[in-house]
């Protein structure tokens, strides 16, 4: 069984802050780990993805998650927040034991203060 | 490349009726699943689609069913609708299934169904 966790259903922040959105996971074997955007009326949009090679994963609009395997932890970062990344954020796993289905978290909305 | 095509982008319908929705998935992509997505369940998979066989299905009612085209495009219907069948439906699309394959997915930007 695998699922996801994400910590804070909303995260506001300052503009030119840092933005951290939280996830940690759960998997018997080696997981695939995802983070997802999703803007009003939108469908989702791959920010950036984890497939066992390097821990530290670099996505689009300046994103970045560190896999941690010690702590079972995806966490997302971005150094300066912009307007723009106002928007709702998902994690999602998925293995070979769970035939590649993706498990999503909760979400978590991020709201940014000018 | 066209991304993951989903139509109708709105609906409306009425308790009891049926509904169909459509999914063009990425030139090339032969995998294609569902997801819904609600404020109360969030987002939760529906099935899977994979050389026009049903590979994974999600855990909902018989009333939920799918099939895929010999050309990858999908559709989902659900019968006799219920309110709390309103949602956002998704698609995705990848290029295979198991090792070898992308594993991320690429999502349509759904249809916006609403049950009366």
């Known amino acids: 069984a695998q699922s996801v966790t994400q910590l804070g259903s909303h995260v506001s922040v300052s503009e030119g802050a840092l933005v951290l959105l939280r996830c940690n996971y759960s998997?018997?074997?080696?997981?695939?780990l995802f983070w997802y955007v999703q803007y009003p009326n939108q469908g989702l949009q791959l920010l950036l993805k984890?497939?066992?090679?390097?821990?530290l994963v670099k996505g689009i609009n300046g994103f970045e998650a560190e896999f941690k395997k010690s702590e079972t932890s995806f966490h997302l970062t971005k150094p300066s927040a912009h307007m723009s990344d106002a928007a709702e954020y998902f994690c999602?796993?998925?293995?070979?034991?769970?035939?590649?289905?993706?498990?999503f978290g909760a979400g978590t909305t991020v709201t940014v203060r000018a | 490349k066209a991304g993951v095509t989903q139509t109708p982008r709105y609906l409306i319908k009425t308790r009891g009726q049926q509904v169909t929705l459509s999914c063009s998935p990425i030139?090339?992509?032969?995998?294609v699943s569902w997801y819904q997505q609600t404020p109360g369940q969030g987002l939760q998979f529906l099935f899977e689609?994979?050389?026009?066989?049903?590979?994974n299905k999600g855990n909902f009612p018989g009333r939920f069913s799918g099939r895929q085209f010999s050309n990858s495009r999908s559709e989902m219907n659900v019968s006799t609708l219920e309110l709390g069948d309103s949602a956002l439906y998704l698609c995705?699309?990848?290029?295979?299934?198991?090792?070898?394959?992308?594993?991320?997915?690429?999502f349509g930007s759904g249809t916006r169904l609403t049950v009366v």
């Open positions: 984890y497939t066992s090679a390097a821990t």
């Open positions: 998997s018997s074997v080696p997981p695939y």
């Open positions: 995705a699309s990848r290029e295979g299934r198991g090792q070898g394959y992308d594993y991320g997915y690429t």
């Open positions: 689609y994979f050389s026009e066989t049903q590979r």
């Open positions: 999602a796993v998925s293995s070979f034991s769970n035939d590649y289905k993706l498990s």
């Open positions: 030139s090339g992509h032969r995998s």
